[in-house]
């Protein structure tokens, strides 16, 4: 869904990277935990984290800083994991996304978000849904379909098989 398409108030769960600002559309989030254990699967990217125990259900946990490629954190009181659900091929996938830390949910109205800035060919920001502004500061508009490729995602089922 490009910049055009959103007609109406979205609300976001906001969160923070770092010093950047981010956010995911609150339909693709299902809830936010409190940073726990992580059981590491080998021969994993490094910002795949490994998989954690949701009521029974084995659940990867992607490092978002890592797979932005900033510096892995130090886990703190305000570290959690967004579990949220992504789509792979019409098939609903539940992940968890790390975060340094949640900060709140907004509406954004569409006059408030920009198309991602064009920073040339080479960079891939088809996961950039759009720049939202709010209280002057920036927050990049993940579409999180798009933050992980299919290939990803794929290793992510087969994590959940694997661990199931």
């Given amino acids: 869904m490009a910049v055009e398409t959103i007609t109406e108030t979205t609300q976001y769960l906001t969160f923070k990277l770092e010093d950047e600002l981010f956010a995911l559309d609150i339909g693709k989030v299902r809830e936010v935990l409190d940073f726990t254990s992580i059981t590491k699967v080998p021969q994993t990217p490094d910002y795949m984290r ?60 569409p006059d408030q978000i920009e198309p991602p800035p064009r920073i040339g060919t080479k960079l891939n920001t088809d996961f950039i849904k759009g720049m939202g502004k709010h209280n002057e500061q920036f927050i990049i508009i993940l579409d999180i379909d798009k933050v992980f490729t299919g290939g990803e995602l794929e290793m992510v089922q087969e994590l959940e098989g694997a661990a199931a």
Wanted: glycine content about 8%; proline content about 2%; charged content about 25%.
């Fill in 50 to 109: 490994g998989v954690i125990n949701l009521r029974g259900s084995v659940v990867p946990v992607v490092d978002l800083r890592l797979k932005f490629g900033m510096a892995m954190a130090e886990q703190t009181v305000n570290t959690c994991v967004i579990i949220v659900e992504v789509e792979l091929e019409g098939e609903k996938v539940v992940m968890g996304a790390m975060a340094d830390a949640v900060q709140e949910v907004m509406d954004l109205e």
